[in-house]
């Protein structure tokens, strides 16, 4: 069974009523519990938790730190190409936009992987448009071998695959996959998903299964926060994940929580969330899983990122650029995928972190320990 | 998804099978037939294990075997005696031909002292019995990371100890017990160390599926009176998990509070 099959056990009109029907005893349970459910993981994210929302924080927070320590994993985003062959309302990548397009090549692959090692980072995550005939397999094969040179922890976030395209990239040294969803809803999703091999929201929901059944060492999943009502929406993603746990315990797993912001093609977004509900939204995951993965992009803002960070996420991105050849030639002006918020440097990230008590790890990984 | 808990509509499933009760049980230890056959039927068990080592394969009349037959009892051999998972694999082969059941509770204790389960050996036989057709819920260590390599060999189910086997000592092994049940796709049982009924209602609240107790009832001062306290507390254990428990109290000092920002921010 894989997950398209799972997610009939939960009806979306259904986990809607079900959370807004969640009251304060269902918080007080939920809070004061050492393993939760989904039923409480509901609670956490209805509007009945809200006025408890210093509890949850502190809760997570000392979650975290008895999980991770007081550090923060850094990383960084490569942006290798904007060619896509979707068309999808939301996304600066969109094949509609009349956007410069490109994509690096082996030169300019290695002139990025030399500008980003100077800042420091020892972890890269890799992101592409969906071009199957541009930046498919075989330019990963190409590419992969020149990043590894540089890196000890190489994510990638490209299009889905098939299970054998998976066996190889983890074979050429990709230790993460991060696909999202989008939306959970098929309805909401097929409005979004215009054109293209993006639209068929089955093959996107089993990725992970895919990826599972390949063998890769973490995976992450997600929504992108706003194109459907949040709460359901988060909590088919934390209903994906329990399912996939216990399916493929082997794995790590990652989860963020990209809110829609505006970019090139602009829409209106359908559910607006408030940063007091984000900062809700990543309490309740840490006291459902404290063993999980949270991570924060450059998408919020600085003041935003300063005072969550310490509430329950373990890896941040810093000094990102969202456009391919971004870090090398700053001059460079393909059109980005979303605008960044917090334009720190990674150096002026790591004193932050300092200052508040943590410390920035550069390195978590060795390629060694997956034998690649 | 709206949940619809109620005890009468909950039914445990393995395999081929549909149970209503949650108390497993087994046969060793009673002082006389009489007493098994009475003890069994108060305990409304529907699956009762017993040592192919025990029983007459060849007389219809035998001691255990023949009023279990004739109560409708699902049979649920065990390998108690084998040393390794070649002995196990040829007890159970044994016991299907002989007792016309597939369901095999696969027990491996090279041990004769403490008689632990052997990790390697059970996942061994566990992974060829399965391939073979057998339903097999072996008898392990409360290990995780080992049920998970056993639920992915083709087990039905997995049965974890609580504390080692015919010690009456509980669930010494409660974290790990809640890891597994937490893990697990397939129904763990909470097998050998439960003592008392309070014992088995709080396997049954983590959220067991099932238990299985056998010494206890067998041996304690009216083993039938035991055998309906220990049916009660099964009951009331998974009706209390199906209920949601409440948690315990924690009082959080909120001494500077981590939300502020949201406020003037």
């Known amino acids: 069974m894989s997950f398209s099959e799972q997610i009939k056990n939960y009806q979306w009109d259904d986990v809607g009523l079900s959370i807004y029907s969640k009251n304060a005893n269902d918080v007080h349970r939920a809070l004061s519990k050492v393993r939760l459910d989904l039923e409480d993981f509901k609670a956490l994210i209805s509007p009945a938790a809200e006025p408890f929302l210093e509890q949850m924080a502190q809760k997570s927070q000392q979650l975290t730190q008895q999980r991770f320590g007081k550090t923060m994993q850094f990383y960084i ?5 904007n060619m896509c062959s979707n068309i999808c309302t939301y996304c600066g990548f969109s094949m509609h936009n009349a956007i410069r397009r490109t994509t690096l090549d082996m030169e300019q692959v290695e002139q990025e992987c030399l500008a980003i090692k100077k800042m ?3 972890h890269i995550l890799l992101v592409t448009g969906e071009s199957e005939r541009k930046v498919g397999v075989e330019y990963f094969k190409q590419v992969l071998p020149i990043i590894k040179k540089y890196f000890a922890h190489i994510s990638i976030e490209v299009q889905p695959l098939d299970q054998h395209e998976y066996e190889v990239l983890i074979d050429y040294g990709v230790d993460a996959v991060l696909v999202y969803q989008e939306t959970y809803n098929p309805v909401t999703y097929a409005q979004h998903h215009l054109k293209g091999k993006k639209s068929d929201f089955n093959y996107r929901l089993d990725t992970h299964d895919r990826l599972g059944k390949a063998g890769i060492h973490k995976m992450g999943l997600g929504c992108l926060i706003g194109l459907e009502e949040w709460r359901s929406d988060c909590f088919y993603v934390a209903a994906h994940l329990n399912y996939l746990e216990k399916k493929y315990w082997q794995s790590h797993y990652t989860i963020s929580f990209p809110r829609l912001r505006p970019c090139e093609g602009g829409m209106e977004i359908k559910s607006v969330m408030e940063d007091k509900q984000l900062v809700q939204l990543i309490c309740a995951f840490r006291l459902f899983n404290p063993e999980v993965e949270l991570s924060l992009s450059t998408r919020e803002s600085e003041h935003f990122r300063d005072h969550v960070l310490p509430l329950g996420i373990t890896s941040v991105s ?28 990674p150096a002026e990230m790591a004193n ?13 990984w060795d390629h060694s320990l997956t034998g690649k | 998804m709206l949940f619809n808990k109620m005890p009468s509509n909950d039914p445990l499933v393995i395999a081929d099978k549909t149970f209503t009760s949650r108390l497993f049980t087994g046969t060793g230890k009673f002082n006389d037939q009489q007493t098994m056959v009475a003890a069994l039927q108060v305990s409304q068990s529907e699956l009762v294990t ?87 819920l072996p008898y392990v260590h409360a290990d995780p990371v080992l049920c998970k390599h056993l639920e992915a060999a083709g087990c039905a189910a997995v049965m974890p100890l609580g ?18 049940i937490e893990q697990a796709n397939i129904p763990v049982i909470v097998d050998a160390g439960i003592g008392s009924p309070s014992h088995a209602a709080l396997a049954m609240e983590m959220g067991a599926a099932a238990v299985l107790v056998n010494t206890a009832m067998a041996v304690a001062g009216d083993p039938v009176a035991m055998s309906e306290a220990f049916a009660k507390a099964v009951q009331a254990g998974r009706q209390a998990y199906l209920a949601g428990l409440a948690g315990q109290v924690n009082h959080a000092v909120a001494s500077s509070p981590l939300t502020a920002f949201l406020q003037v921010g």
Do not use: C
């Open chain 1, 120 to 122: 420091g980072f020892a």
């Open chain 2, 163 to 180: 504390a080692p086997i015919g010690s009456n000592k509980g669930l010494k092994t409660i974290d790990f017990l809640e890891i597994i």
């Open chain 1, 77 to 81: 985003p490569l942006y290798l190409s």
């Open chain 1, 352 to 364: 932050m972190i300092k200052a508040k008590g943590y410390e920035a790890v550069w390195k978590g």
């Open chain 2, 50 to 136: 017993m040592a192919l080592k025990r029983v007459d394969l060849q007389r219809k009349d035998d001691d255990i075997l023949a009023p279990l037959i004739k109560q409708g009892m699902n049979l649920l051999p065990n390998t108690s005696g084998a040393r390794n998972a070649r002995e196990a694999i040829f007890a159970a082969q044994l016991a299907r031909e002989a007792l016309q059941t597939n369901w095999v509770k696969l027990e491996i204790h090279p041990d004769p002292k403490y008689l632990l389960p052997d990790p390697i050996e059970t996942l061994k036989a566990a992974e060829a019995l399965a391939n073979d057709g057998f339903v097999v």
């Open chain 1, 318 to 345: 810093a000094g990102s650029s969202t456009q391919p050849g971004g870090y090398a030639e700053t001059s460079l002006k393909a059109l980005e995928q979303f605008e960044i918020s917090d334009e720190r440097s």
